[in-house]
């Protein structure tokens, strides 16, 4: 019963038969190993995207990070929501890796952003001229922070405000998967043919040991993004063994079922908990995310069982055991049904 985090579950085994196979003798480094060329050309074609950009790095703060500073300059601006990952859980990694460049934050309803909080957003910068910040690039989180997904017309609707100011836009798709079999659209509509500019596209939440690409659909920004990652201590002498990972994930298709598999799981999560009358949501959740509240009696039969997610309250230790608190749970691909099944038995009580 372990809905803490989708990076807290295993590796899919064929990701960590591949490391064993990518361990076999000797590979060039720094990138230059045969197995990024295939992946190079895989994502290539998955993303319909022949002239694309391709890169791996360790960590989904490194992709972001490293990703918003080839898009911005040090004097600008980077739009995103409240809920955003580089604002809240990054320790100001984008600021750091962007050498100055803040964030300016866009009110979001359910950690969405709405075009029109997106164009008000933005049209209140550049309202000082030297003396303020510049308008940058926007990052939007597809699966939101809070579980919720923007359609291909929202990202549309959102990418079109962002190019009437000449803007960029990024995408942090930590969750892209996730995000993609929610909407059962193709890669290339949730992404450049919506008109995003930049992905981090990401492994290590969805069945890989550590790994996530970031793709730019412009090559221009290549040989910057070269620089900037080695820069910043994040190009892999052994490189072999991040891209035996992510070509495993994108073999037969892999990552697609690892996703479906946690989606499904949450999917039985909720259809669960709607069923009892005392659960509230306080977001609809759209793919392996849930935000939903019950009693303090019920959390602690939970704990007490060995469940582990976060109580968002933090607050198990109250004396009032019917008070309402928040649990985020979070589904990863290995949840088996049964497990589903016996945290909502200890729900129910």
């Known amino acids: 019963m372990f809905f803490a985090s989708d990076n807290s579950g295993p590796a899919h085994p064929k990701v960590m038969e591949a490391l064993v196979r990518a361990n076999d003798g000797y590979a060039m480094p720094y990138g230059a190993d045969t197995l990024m060329d295939e992946v190079r050309t895989r994502i290539r074609e998955i993303f319909e995207a022949p002239e694309a950009a391709v890169y791996l790095v360790a960590t989904g703060t490194a992709a972001n990070a490293i990703a918003l500073a080839t898009l911005s300059q040090p004097w600008e601006t980077v739009f995103c929501t409240p809920q955003a990952h580089i604002h809240q859980d990054e320790c100001n990694a984008p600021e750091f890796f962007m050498g100055g460049t803040k964030l300016t934050l866009v009110p ?81 509509e949730m992404t450049w043919k919506a008109g995003i500019d930049a992905v981090s596209f990401g492994g290590t939440k969805n069945g ?93 039969r939970l704990h007490d069982a060995g469940a582990a997610y976060y109580v968002w309250d933090d607050n198990l230790a109250g004396d009032d055991p019917d008070e309402v608190l928040t649990a985020r749970m979070v589904a990863d691909w290995s949840m088996s049904e049964a497990n589903v099944d016996r945290f909502l038995d200890l729900v129910r009580g």
């Open 108 to 188: 979001a309803d359910h950690a969405k952003m709405t075009p029109a909080s997106l164009h008000a957003a933005i049209a209140a910068e550049e309202s000082r001229g030297v003396h303020g910040p510049q308008r940058g690039p926007v990052s939007i989180t597809n699966v939101t922070e809070r579980g919720t997904v923007y359609s291909v017309a929202e990202l549309e609707a959102l990418t079109k405000v962002a190019k009437e100011f000449g803007l960029a836009t990024h995408l942090d798709g930590a969750r892209f998967a996730n995000a993609l079999v929610s909407l059962g659209c193709t890669p290339a």
């Open 208 to 300: 890989c040991m550590g790994v996530e690409a970031v793709i730019f659909f412009d090559p221009k920004h290549a040989w910057e993004f070269e620089l900037r990652r080695k820069r910043g201590a994040h190009l892999f002498s052994k490189h072999r063994y991040l891209s035996a990972q992510m070509l495993a994930y994108l073999t037969d298709d892999l990552w697609l079922d690892l996703a479906r598999r946690s989606n499904n799981a949450n999917a039985r999560l909720v259809r669960g908990l709607k069923q009892i009358e005392s659960v509230h949501f306080l977001h609809e959740p759209d793919a392996n995310i849930t935000f939903a509240g019950w009693s303090r009696a019920g959390h602690r």
